[in-house]
């Protein structure tokens, strides 16, 4: 196999689906906030909303990809039009609403690292917005290649933060599981509330798609669109489940692993007696999925601008109106960056959850799976 072709097979199969989870795995994930707030805070049946959002995810991205190959929509605007049809100005707001708002929990949470290592909390917010615009000014390719690098330096951070948490604490593990702890969250925990809160996080994070929709183009025949997005759902999820199972390593100790706390990586590694080599690589390695995530939202909203102008004739946005509506989102974002990470997930993210599920997951999976098996494919 010759490297165009192992090129064309990565883009058509994997790249689609590394895309995504440079968006989604940034911020309150990359920590291991959000693992404890849709998942692990569960305890012994955190995994049943980990397999929900496996399988939430590998659906939704085949469900997308698929009405994106059919009808050769490649930004949100158009793909939302074939599933709620003029519904579609609705998820303008969502979308911008929800990019935002992931832009703000990608600045407190690197806020938060900075000062877990000492730095000032303000300087880790700037930087990476200030990264995340220079970014975006280079464009399409740079991001594609930039969160492919991305990828590899995600897995084998937790990979190796993974397995050092669990061979000095693993032994709690068989604990929680065994004595089926769910101590975290008051009352009974049934099957019914962990899928949901799975379904929830799909919901907030489906926003991820759009932002890798410029990337599928190279698509054209639906065995791609199905296997790229199972191997999506498989790239979202992984982390997920490196996360879990070692928060299970620490379940009922709240200093570590609790509600109030914004960073539980960090507390993690600490505890692990990682010392700075191993914080300045999980600094790193969290950076780079922060930064991740903020470009991709940045460069969603520039593209839905792109649309709007060309569908009206004009020419696409030049570099300097690019740098404008950069400096705007990321300005808002900064400042609302400062309600910090717990409020932002526990609260923004799950308001707009419902949004998403009314008007891009039901759509989807009704209208959109409707149109798929109607449709006659080559």
């Not at 994930?29 to 399988?55: D, N, P, V």
């Not at 074939?82 to 998820?91: D, N, S, T």
């Not at 990828?151 to 397995?163: C, K, M």
């Amino acid at each position: 196999m010759n490297e165009k072709t192992k090129a064309s097979a990565y883009v058509r199969y994997v790249l689609p689906g590394v895309l995504l989870q440079s968006v989604l795995i940034g911020g309150g994930y990359a920590t291991g906030r959000e693992i404890f707030s849709y998942g692990a805070k569960f305890g012994a049946m955190g995994w049943i909303s980990g397999l929900t959002i496996g399988i939430g995810f590998a659906l939704f991205a085949f469900l997308s990809f698929e009405i994106c190959r059919i009808y050769k929509v490649y930004d949100y605007k158009n793909y939302i039009k074939q599933v709620i049809g003029p519904l579609w100005p609705v998820m303008d707001v969502l979308t911008v609403l929800i990019a935002i708002m992931l832009i703000a929990v990608m600045a407190a949470a690197t806020g938060s690292i900075f000062e877990q290592v000492d730095l000032p909390n303000i300087l880790g917010s700037v930087l990476i917005v200030l990264i995340c615009g220079l970014l975006n000014f280079k464009g399409s390719k740079v991001i594609e290649k930039f969160e492919s690098i991305g990828t590899v330096l995600l897995y084998g951070g937790y990979i190796l933060f993974t397995i050092i948490v669990l061979l000095k604490f693993g032994g709690n593990i068989p604990k929680v599981f065994s004595s089926g702890d769910t101590s975290a969250v008051e009352g009974n925990v049934g099957l019914g509330i962990c899928i949901w809160t799975g379904i929830l996080y799909v919901a907030y994070n489906i926003n991820a798609i759009p932002m890798g929709m410029f990337s599928l183009t190279r698509q054209t025949k639906r065995k791609e669109t199905v296997i790229s997005g199972i191997i999506a759902g498989l790239l979202m999820v992984i982390p997920w489940f490196l996360s879990y199972f070692a928060m299970m390593c620490f379940y009922g100790d709240t200093s570590i692993v609790g509600a109030d706390v914004e960073t539980p990586w960090v507390n993690m590694i600490k505890a692990a007696n990682g010392g700075a080599p191993l914080l300045a690589l999980f600094s790193v390695v969290m950076g780079w999925t922060l930064l991740e995530t903020a470009t991709g939202c940045i460069h969603m909203i520039i593209d839905r601008f792109d649309v709007a102008f060309e569908e009206k004739g004009h020419e696409r946005l030049t570099d300097a109106k690019r740098g404008i509506i950069t400096v705007i989102t990321l300005t808002l974002a900064l400042i609302l960056s400062r309600v910090g990470v717990v409020a932002l997930i526990e609260r923004g993210y799950s308001i707009l959850s419902y949004g998403f599920i009314v008007f891009y997951l039901l759509p989807t999976l009704i209208i959109g799976g409707y149109k798929i098996i109607k449709h006659k494919d080559e």
